[in-house]
């Protein structure tokens, strides 16, 4: 069983910067893609950001590239998610999840099979 725990989520002002963490069970960084989505109220869950279960591709979102990077440290068994130059529309519920999916699927949040709880992120001025 595959377990996933986010935090790091607050409440912001624009411009700001948070880093989220996911952390996993032990040995999942090595066998799953890990991806960062995210919810808005009233909205679908949208793809932000994902590492290939060997580190070696990152994929972005077109509306976070430049602003939000991903990166793992297999030591801690930890996903984080920078977040730089936070916008109000970056307000929602960040999750992390897992898949074996292969890895030209990892925008679809129907292809992950296990979630975190989710972290609040607010920004408002």
């Known amino acids: 069983q595959v377990q996933l725990m986010e935090s790091g989520g607050g409440v912001v002002q624009p411009g700001a910067s948070l880093r989220l963490s996911c952390a996993v069970s032990?040995?999942?960084?090595?066998?799953?893609?890990i991806g960062w989505f995210r919810q808005a109220p009233g909205k679908e869950r949208e793809f932000q950001a994902a590492?290939?279960?060997?580190?070696?591709?990152?994929n972005y979102d077109d509306s976070v590239k430049g602003r939000f990077t991903v990166s793992r440290v297999l030591a801690k068994n930890t996903v984080y998610l920078q977040m730089n130059n936070l916008k109000p529309e970056d307000t929602a519920v960040y999750y992390c999840?897992?898949?074996?999916?292969?890895?030209?699927?990892?925008?679809?949040?129907?292809?992950?099979?296990?979630w975190g709880q989710g972290t609040q992120v607010t920004v408002s001025s």
């Open positions: 999840a897992a898949t074996k999916a292969i890895y030209s699927e990892y925008p679809s949040a129907l292809r992950y099979d296990y």
């Open positions: 032990e040995g999942t960084l090595r066998r799953y893609t």
């Open positions: 590492i290939s279960w060997n580190g070696g591709s990152l």
